[in-house]
């Protein structure tokens, strides 16, 4: 049976935004040069500004990829959360925990309900499908080159130290550095959009300037995005959906600001441009005829997710599917037991260990009673 969430009228998630906290990260892991995991921050980057007039497409040859042919599912995200508790002694509050979720306009996800929580992946079957089902790319500079850009742009902005602790050599040599996608940092948030409390795990660029020292505090994080240079209004058309994708992403983890480099057509960085996440709702507003609204996206995100937690209610795998241009949600199961490999054998053993342990009564101290 097949439960629909309509996205259509629109209209209907208008007014004032539901109530957001503020995400506050509590976790972190990070993966290596060679896309290995690690507990903590090793992949942390320090954003610096970068060099213009610089060739997007330059070191396209030396491209250390990251292979996503494998399917991770959530298991580094649940060997963080599992460690965090480890230290805490208590399952962390949230309703759903997830990946960052991805924007395309038709997607599909995996999820399963464990213990009271919902767990969400991405479909990595779908991912890939789609991939082998595009259609072929005609343009004059090959899509794989046009997707390195935005990891370049990274490369060009980025240190892997504080600047005062790094060196002009490698400050200017930016431009000739080989460019690798493998390591990531990945914030892990706590954050709620209406009644619904989430568990977010999402790769963060950049810092702007270093992490605070109690946790849960505001961190100045950056966003790096790459777009064409805006030379008319079909491009400013463009570019202001864009930036809803931007925002959300970035609204959803506690990034508050993205600086976007402008390239031309052919890839040349020639400018960059700061925007604060909390102001590009009103920005779009002020344009006279927004393309989307912020509150209605929240109102949107929070009407769905509250719907999803009295439609997921009993164990099994579940498919939440958009197709492409579709005006709903559709959520259905797709095994009746279990829970896949959404969630490792590893984190449900913690968890029943976690539970007996708050199940047994604290031990009495005989010492203290003679």
Same mark, same amino acid.
């Given at each position: 049976? /097949?439960?629909?969430?309509?996205?259509?009228?629109?209209?209907?998630?208008?007014?004032?935004?539901?109530?957001?906290?503020?995400?506050?990260?509590?976790?972190?892991?990070?993966?290596?040069?060679?896309?290995?995991?690690?507990?903590?921050?090793?992949?942390?980057?320090?954003?610096?500004?970068?060099?213009?007039?610089?060739?997007?497409?330059?070191?396209?040859? %030396?491209?250390? @990829?990251?292979?996503? %042919?494998?399917?991770?599912?959530?298991?580094? =995200?649940?060997?963080?959360?599992?460690?965090?508790?480890?230290?805490?002694?208590?399952?962390?509050?949230?309703?759903?925990?997830?990946?960052?979720?991805?924007?395309?306009?038709?997607?599909?996800?995996?999820?399963?309900?464990?213990?009271?929580?919902?767990?969400?992946?991405?479909?990595?079957?779908?991912?890939?499908?789609?991939?082998?089902?595009?259609?072929?790319?005609?343009?004059?500079?090959? &899509?794989?080159?046009?997707?390195? +850009?935005?990891?370049?742009?990274?490369?060009? %902005?980025?240190?892997?130290?504080?600047?005062?602790?790094? %060196?002009?050599?490698?400050?200017?040599?930016?431009?000739?550095?080989?460019?690798?996608?493998?390591? &990531?940092?990945?914030?892990?948030?706590?954050?709620?959009?209406? @009644?619904?409390?989430?568990?977010?795990?999402?790769?963060?660029?950049?810092?702007?300037?270093?992490?605070?020292?109690? &946790?849960?505090?505001?961190?100045?994080?950056?966003?790096?995005?790459?777009?064409?240079?805006?030379?008319?209004?079909?491009?400013?058309?463009?570019?202001?959906?864009?930036?809803?994708?931007? +925002?959300?992403?970035?609204?959803?983890?506690?990034?508050?600001?993205?600086?976007?480099?402008?390239?031309?057509?052919?890839?040349?960085? *020639?400018?960059?441009?700061?925007?604060?996440?909390?102001?590009?709702?009103?920005? *779009?507003?002020?344009?006279?005829?927004? @393309?989307?609204?912020?509150?209605?996206?929240?109102?949107?995100?929070?009407?769905? =997710?509250? +719907?999803?937690?009295? /439609?997921?209610?009993?164990?099994?795998?579940?498919?939440?599917?958009?197709?492409?241009?579709?005006?709903?949600?559709?959520?259905?199961?797709?095994?009746?037991?279990?829970?896949?490999?959404?969630?490792?054998?590893?984190?449900?053993? +913690?968890?029943?260990?976690?539970? =007996?342990?708050?199940?047994?009564?604290?031990?009495?101290?005989?010492?203290?009673?003679?």
């Amino acid at each position: 049976m /097949t439960a629909a969430f309509p996205i259509q009228p629109v209209a209907r998630f208008a007014g004032k935004s539901e109530l957001v906290k503020r995400p506050k990260e509590f976790a972190c892991f990070s993966y290596d040069a060679d896309h290995k995991f690690h507990l903590g921050a090793q992949s942390l980057k320090w954003y610096y500004t970068p060099d213009l007039n610089v060739d997007l497409s330059k070191g396209f040859e %030396s491209f250390e @990829k990251h292979d996503d %042919s494998v399917d991770e599912h959530l298991d580094s =995200l649940l060997t963080t959360i599992a460690d965090y508790e480890q230290k805490t002694s208590k399952p962390i509050d949230a309703h759903i925990i997830m990946a960052a979720p991805f924007d395309d306009d038709g997607f599909e996800m995996n999820a399963t309900l464990y213990r009271g929580c919902i767990f969400i992946e991405e479909n990595h079957a779908y991912k890939q499908a789609s991939r082998a089902n595009e259609r072929p790319w005609n343009g004059p500079i090959p &899509q794989e080159v046009m997707q390195y +850009w935005g990891y370049k742009f990274e490369t060009l %902005s980025t240190l892997p130290k504080p600047w005062g602790q790094t %060196s002009r050599d490698f400050i200017e040599s930016r431009p000739d550095h080989v460019v690798n996608n493998k390591e &990531q940092y990945c914030s892990v948030v706590r954050t709620g959009i209406g @009644k619904t409390i989430l568990c977010i795990g999402g790769e963060v660029d950049a810092i702007w300037d270093d992490k605070p020292r109690t &946790q849960g505090d505001p961190i100045n994080w950056v966003e790096l995005k790459t777009s064409a240079v805006i030379q008319n209004q079909r491009q400013a058309n463009n570019f202001e959906r864009k930036l809803m994708k931007f +925002w959300i992403q970035s609204f959803l983890l506690g990034v508050p600001k993205i600086i976007v480099g402008f390239r031309t057509q052919d890839g040349l960085l *020639v400018e960059t441009k700061e925007f604060r996440t909390m102001d590009i709702p009103l920005m *779009v507003k002020k344009d006279g005829r927004p @393309k989307w609204d912020g509150d209605t996206c929240v109102n949107f995100a929070n009407g769905f =997710l509250e +719907w999803l937690r009295h /439609t997921i209610t009993d164990e099994g795998v579940w498919r939440i599917k958009r197709r492409p241009r579709s005006a709903e949600i559709e959520v259905f199961k797709v095994e009746e037991v279990g829970h896949g490999d959404i969630i490792t054998d590893e984190f449900m053993n +913690w968890r029943i260990k976690l539970e =007996l342990r708050q199940a047994q009564p604290p031990t009495e101290d005989k010492g203290a009673e003679e």
